[in-house]
């Protein structure tokens, strides 16, 4: 069939559709209610998982995958400490980004507790240091409290700046708020003796002003001097340690933000940890996904560039051996993703079949108004066949009608389920803290387009068949 004679089709169907056009609007209604149901649940799904995907790419941990050298090993039991281990520089990182590509980027990583000291007093403050060499994934979504963070070219150079935790800047406020002196004046007690716990200051809360007056400022880690440049936001449900108070943002994910801790450049961080005994000093490399369908990709580059670096393991999952399986450990959070993915596609599945349940009760009507258009049109089919019309022409005739009915219906089907998604997502808004809004995926738009089509085909072509197969002469004498 020809371009042209489907318009011609399409345009008698719609023509023949207006000479009853409250049956028709009726028979609509169904595919109405179908494509707006599936519309809406389509579009509602689109939106929660646009939403998760930003929860995702803001607390970074599940875009990230880790290569950790191993520093034990069992013997008889017990796990002891490896005389040679491999040690990860710069160098591993440039190769393993080449292998990589576009799926991700690759850093390297240290962590380890090291001292800072500000002010005069002295007082030294343990902090849980990490250094990387580029800005995670959650700083890139919510950026610092105050301050900025260190640019690629500086952790690329080793500069000295630090970029504090919540927890850690209150910490450092607070010793610049202490005396020296105070712990040297021990009041008495009623009793003329010395009372310990008296004799500690009396802690004040540092104010948020007070903690982002450290940005800029110089303090000592080692031996080193070193600059503060900003303050990242407090974890996810907790208080600002800097004023006691609700946070405005605060920071999903991150390197035990928790506690007092901060961000530097590797090359500094490395100089600036110190070893515990039993515990070396050993670089990671972090591999960051661009999306979470890249994971799967990911790995497989990961795996390649080891096998290169240590050689191939023999066997495979956990039975896996030798090679680079001895030398490192490679670890992710990629089951959870692939949960999150089986578990919104499982989701849009049944809703789509649930909601398709009431499209299928709309092409139903469809089918039951042609039928009856069928046996109303009888007559009309017979003088149609006697005058030269073919069985392809009546076909095509009436599964137009039936198409049109369902194209009809999905335009309003379409409006109404949009707009349906909008006020529900609106809803889920005020009662959820996810915010959540009506998306339209191309895989929504696809639907939007496809069903109703595969509807008016499916459910006309029954009518249609009937219609063209009438005898002319039967069909003429029909009253």
Avoid at 149 to 174: C, I, K, N
Avoid at 248 to 272: D, E, H, K
Avoid at 429 to 452: D, E, I, K, N, Y
Wanted: net charge positive; with cysteine.
């Amino acid at each position: 069939m020809t371009l042209f004679s489907a318009s011609a089709a399409l345009r008698s169907g719609f023509a023949a559709l207006r000479t009853n056009p409250l049956r028709t609007f009726l028979s609509a209604l169904g595919v109405v209610i179908g494509i707006g149901a599936m519309i809406s649940v389509l579009a509602l799904s689109d939106g929660v998982e646009s939403s998760i995907r930003k929860q995702l790419a803001a607390d970074g941990r599940v875009l990230t995958m880790r290569i950790e050298p191993k520093t034990t090993e069992f013997v008889d039991g017990l796990q002891m400490p490896r005389a040679r281990f491999a040690v990860f520089g710069s160098a591993d990182a440039e190769a393993l980004g080449a292998v990589v590509g576009t799926a991700g980027t690759v850093d390297l990583s240290v962590t380890g507790p090291s001292y800072v000291t500000v002010g005069d007093a002295g007082k030294r403050r343990g902090m849980m240091l990490r250094g990387l060499n580029f800005p995670p994934p959650y700083v890139r979504e919510h950026p610092p409290a105050a301050g900025r963070f260190f640019a690629a070219d500086e952790g690329r150079s080793g500069a000295r700046v630090l970029v504090l935790s919540d927890a850690l800047a209150a910490a450092l406020a607070q010793t610049l708020k202490e005396s020296p002196a105070a712990a040297d004046v021990v009041p008495a007690t009623t009793t003329g003796r010395r009372d310990a716990a008296a004799a500690r200051p009396k802690r004040v809360q540092p104010t948020t002003a007070e903690c982002r007056a450290l940005v800029g400022r110089s303090v000592t880690v080692g031996d080193e001097p070193w600059t503060i440049i900003g303050i990242l936001q407090p974890p996810e449900d907790a208080p600002t340690a800097c004023s006691g108070k609700p946070a405005a943002t605060r920071l999903p994910g991150g390197p035990s933000m928790g506690l007092p801790s901060a961000v530097a450049p590797t090359g500094a961080a490395l100089r600036a940890v110190v070893a515990m005994p039993g515990r070396p000093i050993a670089p990671t490399l972090v591999l960051t996904a661009a999306r979470v369908e890249d994971l799967p990709t990911l790995r497989a580059a990961a795996q390649r560039w080891l096998s290169m670096r240590f050689g191939k393991p023999t066997g495979s999952g956990a039975s896996a051996s030798g090679g680079w399986h001895d030398q490192v450990d490679l670890s992710s959070y990629e089951r959870e993703s692939e949960g999150i993915r089986q578990g919104m596609l499982v989701f849009r599945l049944l809703m789509g079949a649930i909601t398709g349940i009431s499209l299928v009760v709309g092409g139903v009507g469809i089918m039951n108004v042609l039928l009856a258009t069928v046996t109303e049109r009888t007559r009309e089919i017979g003088i149609s066949k006697a005058v030269g019309a073919r069985r392809r022409d009546v076909l095509v005739q009436y599964l137009a009608e039936s198409v049109a009915i369902s194209a009809m219906g999905a335009v309003l089907g379409t409006a109404l389920g949009y707009a349906v998604a909008q006020v529900v997502a609106a809803f889920m808004r005020t009662q959820a803290t996810m915010p959540v809004h009506a998306g339209f995926s191309l895989s929504t738009m696809l639907v939007a387009v496809g069903a109703p089509l595969v509807v008016g085909v499916a459910f006309g072509m029954y009518p249609a068949l009937r219609a063209s197969r009438l005898s002319p002469i039967d069909a003429i004498r029909h009253e």
